[in-house]
């Protein structure tokens, strides 16, 4: 399957650029058959999509207008349910497309396995590529219950491409002693509980290709309740909104936005602030 | 009343014989990875078992009393999620052991593939099993989107074990015309809408063992909003309800009852509904 | 504003036409600012549209399949909110670009107020409209709290327009005793409560031309609980669904399904059944 | 308009008669602490008191209208929570009182225990009282884990007031063994399932007085999912409706609705459907 | 106790004096028909009044009671929906109403546009007004979607009456790039994201009259969910509880809580936060 | 993996050791029939046993697993509804045996009542015993609506019991005017708001025997919002957390987590929270 590149009259708010025009596009991974919480992280993107027009398209915080940049959304890719493996490659294949053309990608979760198909893309290209992981979870695990692919896995199957020290971790606080261990060989640089180290990081990253992926649940549920597995203890809204200014100054070639679960928060609080939050990231890249 | 110190045991309402003594046993199959709409079966089995003590164990309609069975609950079974296989594996596992037993297994899922598991087992022992199916769906595909393990392919799968003839399907009201067309051809018998037949049918069946999946989606949504899929222009409780006590006189080797997603219809009604269906068919099977 | 009709991604399921090759046009009419109990039918066609893929193309009904029809989904159009006038207008210009181009506007609301804009463009072009109307209540008052336009008066102002005898309504269970007395003074056709009747005006109507206006509250809330109103008594899915098919043999010029409110009915049932509906009533009209 | 400065009243729909001009007195009893389920029916009545604005005041059922009745509404009760004794007390003395003003009481629910309050008052005014009980539930155990005052005894604690043979139970489908046979000695008239009967009764029962307690879950819980403990199988609304008419032809001295839980059904309906019931039995006992 | 026999009266907790004691009057505005995103605060004054009882009437906060104040609750104005204008007169005249006798308005929303009608009637009264105005939103806009009044434009519609000067928005965080641009020109006071200088601008303000509106989103969502339009990065209830304490030292001459949608947050405690805020509000300026 | 023949088992995640290996016995007390707001807290339990699989057995706050500790998990105990008086007397029961047995108790409510029976119990052993009670309410009243026994009167009841100063409050931000008065004549030591004084408390107790009682509602609604009667201007997650770590240089005797209402807040934030709270109450007191 190839990426619709001829236009989605329902995008997410202001990113009605042609795909040629465009250096950034927008798609969603309606993906979480692995899942082992509670599911329905499969309606991420389609629910930003649709409840994103609550918002403007002004940042206050950035100055800066969504009107202003070239942006095209994909709309979702047509995954398939149960084994994951067909779903990495079509979002392999996505991933690679865009790259080829010149652009960056911003996937909308569904689960955070989907992180998974991107980076493969993304390593081939650059081979140096390092990823800024803000989380509740380690998601390190060898496997789990027998699979290997899997959300509570994908940073560590991330880690097998990357190799040591190429993985740093922020607001981790949840996950099992074997992970926390794992990590502190020196496997990833994981931070607990909070940001600490990443403005220096930021600085100390120069133009090297960085990948960010955002595991919404690193908010705290009391900001972000519409996730299948809500840990309290999180960040704050302006704690990650810092972060994402903070990307203006590395060099991202990739990026996500994952596990919204839509329904699990009728209030639809969870579901406005992912869309702020795309709106600011998409400010912050393009 | 004095602390129970011997363990915390929750079965379903009345289901507490041990396992030696029972002729039925109840497990739970909690899998929804390949449901394509809605996902949330997962945790109808524990749902239902939470719920059943808001039930009577007493059935005015059968005269009987769940405390004059011996049954036995096994709780849930421990499944994977994402890839099909392994899942059914662990469902085929436990029905072997069932069977060997000489029990009558009830399953409760969970979506309608888990179903597959079963048959695999149950038709090893009787080659010339037949399947009574009540849903509002034909499951007839040949693959969903490629994928021919699904919930959307599950009687498909069945037809592959036991060949044309063997599968009796009621109330179904939604498929793709090619479904309706296959099983038109013979491959099976298939009721659109209703229950017609259903009577006769049994009559003739005498002792060849039948295995009863009952997809609950067959009934109304207004008697049944709990589920991925719901299809207006179902069956009624009553009309189900007759259908149940029929079992009594059939030779039923194995059932389940499926595709009950209890935080879909968060007024409890359709957890309840699923509930009592189970009362009643294990007043009618053991 | 000029009708879009140039393509929109997110269709109902199946209408997938392009605006020339269509003979039946879909729009949404996101207005429900007159609602007097609870609002909310605002998102009732974007609800419907996400939730349409649900669903599959074809129909055991009528042995028909939405892949064989050639039916264009418009999207939304463009609506304010408060002050009814601008929002009428605004459907009755985009209804009649569609009868314009010899295609029938099939319209989803929104609260019933929007049929009037769509009855405004049709008795222009069909002095001898006939309204077949379903619904739980009157909708014939004069006025409601002092304004004309109003989803309770609307029918009275489509009377405006037709004159006596022209509508014809069926399944009225809730009205002021001021409302059923005018109607029963011959300004109306109005049958309590149920159907009868509706068979012999169909056979009756010939080739005149008929407006179809679905107030989806005409069903009992059992079957459809996603509505501002609901009103027990109501009639089921399977008298709806014989109405909707005896369509085929009347001359229906447009059509509209109303006063869904997607929020109102968390299961998501209702939605589910607007969207059967609307595939029903798109197959009889195409 | 000018501003309301004689206080703030809010009555059920239409029942603004002073206390002295009324002939029916209305009064809520929010009280659920004995409910062995899901609790909740102390927010019975204010919710029905809150919606009853959607409704009309007119009937087109008996081509009535409230505005033509005199009813007085009282509001709450003031009832404290855990002990039962009390709280009976506070509602004995408030039935008394109406009673002794010559005005018959129609109470709001709470559960259904409420309704022993009203019992103890009637009968010493009514010795010869007859109770007609629509109900899924047997309600007729001697204690429940201990406790003789529970909504699960109410009924034997009316039958210990009024004795063998004066106690008409239908619509009963949920109960233990123990409770159906002590019913089935003469105790109670009990007809399961449903209404047969009924009519029968009202033609023989001349002027004897009555006391009609309506559980609302005697209705199927596709029409009133909002109650603690919704069971399937049970009569629709046009069947209670029937039932409420013919109270005209009773001697009806008191009565009660009870059992809504508004917040189990989220959608509404339920409350909706008290209301409309409470409107229909103000027509027919005023 | 003994039976209410003089009226049913439901008044927000402790606010019981009789109109002509009070010297603060609440009333409710139930409209939200120029809502553009989620609407329901109609239902707002009315979930208060209701939900206000699970409070204390005491403060720990300002070590003061309800029951020591002299407040009217003058109930719901009845308000028609759809078109703006005949709302906001019978706003203005129940507001010029209370002025005239001499009290302290203070409303509760209903959608934020309900201001105008309170503003129109006492800026006629005390023509140097000055508006306080915490909000997430700036409400500037000239016109939205062709319509000048709307929740969107309110606060500009103050200023066609006020003129230059003598509005001071705080918390503000999404609006339009003009919308901000045009405040920077002067004619708005306009405090980004926080509270800075709100303590300044209380001592300066001396006896200058004051109309203090709170759209209750200026609070984080993480505190206060039930609301349309919900914005992250909002100020906490420590910081809004501040504010209403220093309204002490200020000339309010009326006041409104507004945009609170009930039934947005199911979990009630935005309907609890509300209560708490109103409770505080009356305590301080009465 | 084989089939579970020994019984069906459901404890708090890793809270698996048998009865006699373990120094710390959880149970469940549902009851909350003296509730006077939103009721539902008799789930509170289940709710919490049935999601810690959603949780990690190891803390990386504490650098403690569950799985290294031997706690028992005794389930339900079997509480009627109702008159509080046999509910406490099972409670005692219960608690004693676990003392007399040397274990420590922690319960989980259920309504803040149920704390009384504990109470009872432990003060029986140990005399001296000293209570440090989070919450947002006072619960000092003498009696509620004429009831002693009630949620709103537990820590007078412990004080009728202990005596002046041995009640340690913390995080009080609602109650009468009375019961503030009433504690500050020195009865309990009553902290408002926050939870200052608490370190120092610890530092000073020693060795002296400590209930720890915790009522949930003294976190803040936006981190805790699954509770009858929220209140606003609560604590946070990450203060609760550095008590519970506190308790490791107590000697805590026994302790109680209530008030959680799984029910009221549908997201499951606040029954993952209690779920968090429990873990890390269990690693910090065996």
Same mark, same amino acid.
């Given at each position: 399957m190839s990426l619709n590149k001829t236009g989605n009259i329902q995008n997410f708010l202001g990113c009605d650029a042609s795909y040629d025009d465009a250096n950034v596009v927008i798609f969603g991974a309606?993906?979480?058959? !692995? !899942? @082992?919480?509670?599911?329905?992280?499969?309606f991420g993107a389609a629910a930003v999509r649709g409840d @994103?027009?609550? #918002?403007? !398209?002004? @940042?206050p915080y950035q100055d *800066?207008? =969504?009107?202003?940049k070239h942006i095209y959304d994909a709309g979702e890719l047509e995954l398939s349910f149960g084994r994951p493996e067909p779903v990495l490659d079509v979002i392999e294949n996505a991933t690679s497309q865009i790259l080829a053309d010149g652009k960056i990608p911003l996937m909308i979760g569904?689960?955070? #396995?989907?992180?998974l198909g991107a980076v493969r893309a993304i390593a081939k290209k650059h081979p140096n590529l390092r990823i800024i992981h803000l989380d509740a979870?380690?998601? =390190?695990?060898?496997?789990y219950m027998g699979e290997p692919l899997s959300h509570a896995t994908v940073l560590r199957r991330c880690h097998d491409i =990357?190799?040591?020290?190429c993985i740093y971790q922020f607001g981790i606080r949840s996950g099992t002693r074997e992970e926390f261990d794992w990590a502190k060989k020196g496997h990833t640089h994981l931070q607990k509980f909070n940001l600490a180290g990443l403005v220096e990081l930021v600085e100390s990253l120069g133009d090297v290709p960085v990948y960010f992926t955002l595991? =919404?649940?690193? #908010?705290?549920p009391s900001a972000f *309740?519409? !996730?299948g597995t809500p840990e309290a203890g999180g960040i704050s809204f302006m704690e990650l909104l810092n972060v994402i200014i903070l990307l203006k100054r590395l060099n991202v070639v990739g990026c996500d936005v994952v596990? #919204? *679960?839509?329904?699990?928060? *009728? @209030?639809?609080v969870s579901t406005a602030m992912a869309c702020k939050v795309i709106r600011e990231m998409l400010l912050a890249i393009s």
């Open positions: 309606p993906y979480d058959s !692995t !899942t @082992s919480n509670r599911p329905g992280t499969r @994103s027009y609550g #918002l403007e !398209t002004y @940042s *800066a207008d =969504l009107e202003d569904g689960e955070h #396995l989907v992180m979870h380690t998601d =390190l695990r060898q496997d =990357l190799g040591d020290g595991d =919404l649940d690193v #908010l705290d *309740a519409g !996730t596990e #919204l *679960a839509p329904n699990i928060d *009728a @209030s639809g």
